[in-house]
């Protein structure tokens, strides 16, 4: 008898903990991204990999609090390890290559050239292949490093060595997109997000900047 009450317990035990592991593997597996509220009007929120607290991105004016609160500075050296990812972006393109110009300009390859580096291939066919489109026409491949992409996933990043032009690194595949002006940062980070129900979403706290 005694056996089966402490059976019984380390049941109860386990079924009252059950919540909590699921509710913890929710929360890693949407840390740094970008949830879209389906259920209502596709209000937008970013979860923090640092805190795990969802921040409302309603505006423009909310992705620049976000990039202003929560970016980390980096050196070039170090953002030159993460590959380039690319997604629909509007602005100016002067050289009609499919890279709006305030991308070239942070990645310093020439905004009136389709091929900065004259090596046959257009910089964003470099891009997509996880090519340097700033090359020595030899095709070099960037050199990335997988340890400080997966401890930057999901985080909104600074170039400290530049002009602070700021990027979100994907958990999804690893990659940095351009964040460029607030307005296309609101863009982007919407464009990247996750669609997630009313009921899930309630699940994670709630922060404001």
């Known amino acids: 008898m005694k056996h089966y009450s ?19 593997d929710q ?21 923090n990999p640092d805190n ?27 953002l030159n390890k993460i590959p380039i990812g690319l997604i629909a ?4 393109d002067t050289d009609k290559d499919g890279l709006v110009d305030l991308l070239e300009e942070a990645i310093k390859s020439n905004k009136l050239k389709i091929d900065s580096d ?10 997509l292949n996880g090519y340097n489109p700033n090359g020595d026409g030899k095709f070099p491949v960037l050199p990335l490093d997988q340890d400080l ?25 690893g990659n940095r997109y351009f964040l460029g002006r607030p307005a296309h940062a609101f863009e982007i980070m919407r464009g990247l997000g996750l669609g997630i129900t009313d009921h899930d979403i309630a699940d994670i706290p709630k922060g404001s900047m």
């Open 89 to 92: 972006q509007s602005g100016t």
């Open 118 to 127: 004259g090596d046959t291939y257009s910089d964003k066919e470099e891009i």
């Open 149 to 173: 992409i997966d401890r930057l996933s999901g985080k909104i990043l600074l170039q400290i060595e530049d002009q602070g032009q700021a990027w979100y690194v994907s958990p999804v595949n």
């Open 52 to 78: 795990g607290i969802r921040y409302y991105m309603g505006r423009p004016y909310d992705a620049f609090q976000l990039m202003r609160g929560f970016g980390l500075g980096i050196t070039n050296e170090n």
């Open 27 to 47: 929360r890693e597996e949407l840390s740094g991204r970008i949830l879209l509220q389906v259920e209502q009007h596709g209000e937008a929120w970013y979860v």
């Open 6 to 24: 402490q059976y019984i317990l380390v049941v109860l035990i386990a079924i009252l903990a059950l919540p909590f592991f699921v509710f913890a």
